[in-house]
């Protein structure tokens, strides 16, 4: 029996039935993840929270930049512009669902009301979840910044 081109309860591929492998964000006939759109909802509901988080994360990756202050604030400008504007791109939702998820793992990290067992595990998803955050934001700002030089 077959699935997916794939024998039934194997992870291997059965001969000429092979699958390309797909963006993880979307289906076969290219929508967005339903997951992912309903996060990104979320995280524009509070948006400004959610983007205060991003900056103050973004300011660890500020050392590393080889821009000057003016330049610098001005690729965040275009950052924030790219990310407020463009709310149904895949990569601008994982952003936004990334530092909502980020910023409220925080929140439940510092939470006193909390075991310390699961402020710990909300301190290693909050520092995950921002580290893939910031991986994805630093995509952005490269294209960004090359884009700035081009022009």
């Known amino acids: 029996m077959y699935q997916s081109g794939r024998a039934a309860g194997s992870g291997k591929a059965v001969g000429w039935l092979k699958q390309r492998p797909r963006n993880a964000d979307t289906h076969s006939m290219g ?7 309903y996060a990104a909802s979320a995280a ?10 991003i900056a103050d994360a973004l300011d660890e990756l500020r050392p590393r930049v080889g821009l000057g202050d003016e330049e610098y604030a001005e690729v965040m400008e275009q950052f924030a512009l790219v990310v407020d504007t463009n709310r149904t791109a895949p990569a601008v939702m994982r952003i936004m669902a990334l530092a909502h998820r980020a910023r409220i793992a ?11 067992f699961a402020r710990r595990r909300w301190r290693k998803e909050r520092d995950a979840t921002t580290a893939e955050l910031l991986a994805q934001a630093a ?13």
Do not use: P
């Open 31 to 37: 929508e967005v993840d339903l997951s992912l759109a």
């Open 106 to 116: 925080a929140q439940l990290a510092g939470d006193r009301d909390q075991g310390w």
């Open 139 to 151: 995509i952005t700002l490269d294209a960004l910044m090359r884009e700035t030089r081009a022009a």
């Open 44 to 53: 524009y509901e509070r948006a400004e929270e959610n983007w205060v988080f």
